[in-house]
């Protein structure tokens, strides 16, 4: 078979590959501890769990409309109203199996080949994958330790030209855990509202997870709820990875043309998943807000834990469940890193290079595993380093 040239531009999500690998290897009879996989460790909540049970019980198991059913519509728009203190009407509201498709409509919709988006870099993988597969001109904002993995404005504005169409914000950020910080946001801002075409994807998947304050959004700026399009989910903060359920917020015309694109890929969202989505946002939240006081527990047991070991510098991420220490002082680049701690150490991880060229020097570590197996895991790092550093 002759496959189209584009689909050598498509890229993975190489968290996947290396929880492969280290399945390949338990099954072998070797010993893994996985701190590679981006999903909490909890179970879906019960409510969730007997909505979706009921709605399959009652016959919820046909198509609904594209943009999803008016129920979850009204939900989404109700929960992401009292996140920016403005009114948001369902007509705004887009649900997808999963968060993914909304970046993908993201960039079918506004870039031409040859366009320029900027993006953060380290960054979810799938940004880099999905540019490149509709042709766009790839231009990194890189993020650094150094201010704590926050986006810098003044380089951001320099990158900013009038041939960029679209601006990527991910607040808490995958893989560091950074934040956009709110003092940032009026700037940034502006710097979209000056140009004519330019609108921001908003990748606010983590924002229910964060350690302190509240989330900041774009889209609360003045003007920029017409340029924005908000990317959400219920994998991470509902522990439902494996529902795949997501949704966008947007201007209603933009709504309207996701939705084309919802008719053209999906169809719909699973009609009974959907109405678990209601549950989960219009339910108890108690099991979420548990789940984030014990992710501040995990987050400071493994940066003490990183930071113990000679040659990692670890800082304290503001959101999410990911880690990402500076391991430069071990002498080793990221990939070769990553496979030691793999395949000698029974320690699943990964590189910072899966998350874009500004990624070389660190690893990436979550933090979604019991306190037992991060601290065996800390120990394994440690015992197969503490060679490697002295020499």
Same mark, same amino acid.
Request: net charge positive; no cysteine; aromatic share 2%.
């Given at each position: 078979m002759r496959y189209a040239d584009r689909m050598g531009r498509l890229g993975t999500e190489t968290a996947f590959e290396v929880l492969a690998k280290a399945k390949k290897l338990e099954a072998e009879g070797k010993s893994i501890v996985h701190l590679e996989i981006g999903q909490p460790d909890f179970p879906t909540p019960p409510h969730i769990v007997e909505a979706a049970a009921k709605a399959l019980r009652d016959g919820h198991t046909g198509y609904t409309p594209a943009p999803g059913v008016p129920e979850i519509r009204e939900a989404v728009a109700e929960h992401i109203a009292a996140r920016l203190g403005q009114p948001v009407h369902p007509d705004e509201v887009v649900v997808t199996p999963g968060a993914k498709p909304i970046m993908f409509y993201m960039f079918l919709a506004f870039v031409e080949a040859g366009d320029e988006v900027v993006y953060p870099n380290p960054g979810f993988p799938i940004y880099e994958s999905m540019l490149d597969f509709v042709g766009a001109k790839r231009v990194p904002l890189p993020l650094t330790a150094k201010n704590g993995f926050r986006v810098d404005v003044d380089l951001l504005e320099r990158l900013v030209t009038d041939r960029t169409r679209v601006l990527i914000l991910n607040t808490p950020g995958n893989p560091t855990g950074g934040i956009v910080a709110p003092e940032d946001l009026p700037r940034i801002a502006q710097i979209v509202l000056r140009r004519k075409d330019l609108v921001v994807l908003s990748d606010e998947i983590y924002s229910r997870i964060l350690f302190g304050g509240r989330h900041a959004s774009i889209a609360a700026q003045p003007g920029m709820r017409e340029r924005t399009v908000i990317l959400d989910g219920f994998s991470k903060t509902y522990a439902m990875t494996g529902w795949r359920l997501g949704y966008g917020v947007m201007p209603k015309e933009c709504a309207a043309r996701f939705s084309q694109l919802m008719v053209n890929s999906n169809s719909c969202t699973a009609n009974f998943v959907?109405?678990?989505?209601?549950? &989960?946002?219009?339910?108890?939240?108690? &099991?979420?807000?548990?789940?984030?006081?014990?992710?501040?527990?995990?987050?400071?047991? %493994?940066?003490?834990?990183?930071?113990? %070991?000679?040659?990692?510098?670890?800082i304290k991420p503001d959101g999410a469940f990911y880690v990402f220490p500076d391991t430069t002082g071990t002498g080793l680049r990221s990939g070769d890193l990553a496979n030691k701690l793999l395949f000698d150490a029974g320690v699943a991880c990964l590189s910072g290079t899966c998350f874009g060229a500004h990624g070389e020097g660190y690893l990436r570590f979550s933090f979604a595993n019991s306190p037992d197996n991060l601290r065996e895991g800390l120990r394994r790092i440690r015992a197969c380093l503490a060679p490697a550093v002295a020499r």
């Open positions: 959907q109405r678990a989505g209601v549950a &989960a946002l219009r339910g108890p939240q108690d &099991a979420v807000d548990a789940m984030v006081a014990e992710f501040a527990r995990r987050r400071d047991l %493994i940066v003490d834990g990183l930071n113990a %070991i000679p040659g990692v510098r670890a």
